[in-house]
């Protein structure tokens, strides 16, 4: 079974502290990707990563960074946190060449003050 | 318009009965389509998978998609309470992004 963990499920962060949000799947997929998930507004896709030391801007890049720097693990940055980032975190990731099955973590939710 | 529309609910039923969640898209280039399900404060789950237009079935649940009306259905038969969650419906497309489209998702909540 793909395994995709999150570093954390719950994280509580002050106003300007910057983040970071570790996601590692085990199935050797070349993509991975950042969602945040709110109420009301569904999936929104924050970044992407199609390959090592790469990366792709999603829909609502701003605020954020990501890295990259082995296959199996993609991390989100908030560089500054701000209060409209608390959200529900999500990371997925799906197999290049195939169909576009994304497989998800357990999420972190994430609370700025 | 979003690509893929679901009706976000809450649909209620009881336990026994035949759920069915709906979703519409507008891309005519989907070809894939995908089932998530989603408990209160965890990640979603693959469920249901679909490639083109006609029926899956695994155990209680059914994914049906109807690509003429741009219409994709998941039923479950004999819900359980252990069924209530949100369901989202996704499209994709062939041979480029494999970035697939979700829908908002519907919340379903089966009573005992």
């Known amino acids: 079974d793909v395994k995709v963990t999150q570093s954390s499920r719950y994280l509580v962060k002050r106003t300007g502290e910057k983040v970071f949000l570790e996601c590692v799947q085990d199935?050797?997929?070349?993509?991975m990707f950042w969602y945040r998930q709110d109420p009301g507004l569904g999936l929104r896709l924050i970044y992407f990563?199609?390959?090592?030391?790469?990366?792709e801007k999603g829909d609502i890049p701003e605020g954020y960074s990501v890295s990259r720097e082995k296959k199996e693990r993609f991390s989100l940055i908030l560089e500054s946190a701000s209060t409209n980032q608390t959200s529900m975190y999500l990371c997925?990731?799906?197999?290049?060449?195939?169909?576009?099955?994304?497989?998800f973590g357990p999420g972190t939710r994430l609370l700025v003050l | 318009q979003k690509e893929v529309e679901q009706d976000p609910g809450p649909l209620s039923v009881p336990e026994g009965a035949i759920v069915s969640l709906n979703c519409t898209y507008s891309?005519?280039?989907?070809?894939?389509f995908m089932w998530y399900r989603q408990y209160s404060r965890k990640g979603p789950e693959l469920l249901m998978y679909?490639?083109?237009?006609g029926n899956k079935e695994d155990g209680r649940f059914t994914a049906q998609v109807d690509k003429s009306s741009k219409y994709i259905s998941l039923f479950i038969r004999d819900s359980q309470p252990s069924d209530s969650a949100t369901y989202l419906c996704?499209?994709?497309?062939?041979?480029?992004?494999?970035?697939?489209?979700f829908g908002r998702g519907t919340s379903l909540i089966v009573h005992p």
């Open positions: 199935m050797d997929h070349e993509n």
């Open positions: 996704a499209g994709g497309k062939p041979g480029g992004s494999y970035i697939p489209t």
């Open positions: 679909t490639y083109s237009s």
């Open positions: 990563s199609y390959d090592v030391k790469m990366k």
């Open positions: 891309n005519s280039a989907f070809q894939y």
């Open positions: 997925a990731s799906s197999l290049q060449g195939g169909a576009e099955t994304q497989y």
